[in-house]
């Protein structure tokens, strides 16, 4: 067993919760151990998440100090143990709710007829005592974990649901007993029993409890179809003999083969054999990808036609799929400010009512009418029954958790709840242009040469020293020289210069090769070849300079073109109401005939990489809430700045660290997507929310009778439970509305 934990998230299944305010509480605990810089606690799943520095031990021992157990989740075995703790929790609670209602039943239909035996008489003294104890029977076996529960929150100086519903129920069968045992120590008005109410209230919060767990369930489809994509086995091929073995034995650089119709067990590299696979648990499309020899395969994904062999290159934990699920459990447990709001509000919300008990209690005893105390204990335990705080606390989370979860079918990582809602409230969208917009794989189309200077000359040169630069640009130049077969020299002196491009020294000659401020800045005059450098921006190539010696020597026209998808997804993105920005260092003409293309009218162009994050500012400046989409290192401070980042899944891991989203498809259509499932996921916490808020706002004074002196009615309390009990299931079934939203509708 591990016993420390560090900055990467631990995860612990946690029992004994029964609402909202015990999720405030097991926070408050775990944030009070020393080193956890945060605890967030997921209602629905009821596990907890922590990060920091500390042991295990400890923190399990502060959550069992809070009146809780909590288990360290570990792998993906305890995921499964742990749903099958919750389904057999489910069928317990649905047996519970029969016998309670095999009990409740009888004795309520016989006293609609009016079939039951009067207190007063001896024989019907003896059928209500036999009643009571039969009762508490019942009571006991079907409802004892709420009494259980209650004792441990009251030993731990808490209060919950549990102790809603054990005083209410048992306050109703202690006095039932006392009239039965002593009907005459009581007004003749008030002998009435109200065993067959206390044993309702526990069938229906019992059933309510089922179809909740059954429900919340079906929220977390999610989590349980992205590991049931992990196949168990693989195909290993150890020199020429092949066996299948449990994918945890698996190692890097491991050879494995996959056949027609088998998921591909973990990432890797094609080395052998040509496929189409299927990959739409990675980008939410359809179509399948072809593969071929150097071409990446990603765990979890299924495998169509052929068959080939692939070199394992990353398991275990370090697998795409595994980071997945990790980003999804991340966010489902995360909270974003609605859900701080609600669970502020339940921490004190059971308190709160249990002073409203008693105020109700003493104003009926008081002031109401004969009989006293039966209009006491009616109102007191219909208020104690109906305010339970299940929905408040469900209502963020169970959401959260199938948004993200519908996000993640569609190829979108996100972070954490903040992101979630922040998302839908962007008023503009800045995107980077090279990788983003375009499809990032820039190729040479064109050279133009100086007088005095060849075209294989400049290449080879070019090539030579970009052979140290890892932008896009430079691999273009790159590629266009070793297609043409050219042996690329080795530079000297290699100097990256951001925003501008490079210099170096190759084969004796000083070199420097980027955009127009580069040769600009070194004051080597550009002569005829700024109007060529300027006819090819304005054609949208991006013009690259070269200077030989301090001449400039040529100009090579790099043209990348725009996603195949981009137009759509641009004009998707204005029509959800949003102002499109293209951002970029790239030559102002060149940005400009990409903006037209694409259909953007705002452009910042020739801003460097320490440029973008000012950019960023300057738009929140007009109070726009501003979202940013990159793929570079360089996107990275804007990333962050932004309100919300929209990292492309194609490029660089510290973009990806420095965004709330990641689109791991690269489909602009993933920023429609994920602002159309946040407006869709906020509007139903929205809506679970008023309806939460609205059913205690209104039940609780309908409960305590405030309705009474007008039209002489109170609210019955097996009334009460059924609409406890449906409340929490209402919010669960609306939550589960999403999972049918679709966020492009009919178009693709």
Known sequence: MSTNISAKPVRFAITGMSCAGCVAAVEMALRGVPGVVEASVNFVERTAQVTGASSIPTLVAAVRAAGYEAVELRDPTAEA?????????????????????????????????????GLATPNGRLFWIATGWLTLAVLVYTGGHFFTGAWRQFRHHNANMDTLIALGTGSAWIYSMLVALFPASVPSLARHAYFEAAVTIIALINLGAALESRARGKASAAIQRLLGMRPKTARLIEGDQERDVP???????????????????????????????????????????????GDTVTGGTLNESGTFVFQANRVGEDTVLAHIIASVRQAQNSKPPLGRLADRIAAVFVPTVLIIAVLTALAWFNLGPEPRIGFMLVTTLTVLIIACPCALGLATPISIMVGVGKAAESGILIRNGEALQQAGKLSAVVLDKTGTVTAGRPTVVRLITASGFKEIDIFRLAAGLETGSEHPLAQAI????????????????????????????????????GNRRLLETNRIDLGPLAADAEQLAAAGQTPVLVAVDGQAAAVIAVADPLKSDSVAAIRRLRDLGLRIVLLTGDHAATAHAIAAEAGIDTVFAEVPPTGKA???????????????????INDAPALAQAEVGFAMGTGTDVAIESAGITLVGGSLHGIADAIAISRATVRNIHQNLFGAFLYNILGIPVAAGLLYPVTGILLDPMLAGAAMALSSFTVVSNANRLRGFQPRGNSK
Request: charged share 20%; proline share 6%.
């Open 81 to 117: 143990e742990q749903d099958q703790v919750e389904r057999a929790r489910y069928q317990r609670l649905l047996r519970n709710a029969l016998m309670a209602g095999a009990l409740a039943l009888p004795l309520m239909l016989a006293e609609m007829a009016g079939q039951l035996p």
């Open 247 to 293: 994918i945890e034995t698996l190692g890097i650089h491991a050879r494995i083969r996959v056949r027609p119709g088998e998921k591909i067990p973990v990432d890797g590299i094609v080395t052998d054999g040509r496929s189409t696979v299927n990959e739409s648990m990675l980008t939410g499309e359809p179509l399948p990808v072809s593969k071929q020899p």
């Open 478 to 513: 790159l590629a266009a020289a070793q297609a043409r077969g050219l042996v690329v020299p080795q530079a000297e002196r290699f100097e990256a210069i951001a925003g501008q491009g490079a210099s170096g020294a190759v084969e004796g000659h000083s070199l420097l090769v």
């Open 614 to 632: 000012e950019v960023i500012a300057k738009l929140q400046a007009q109070h726009l809430l501003v979202g940013m989409a990159g793929d570079g």
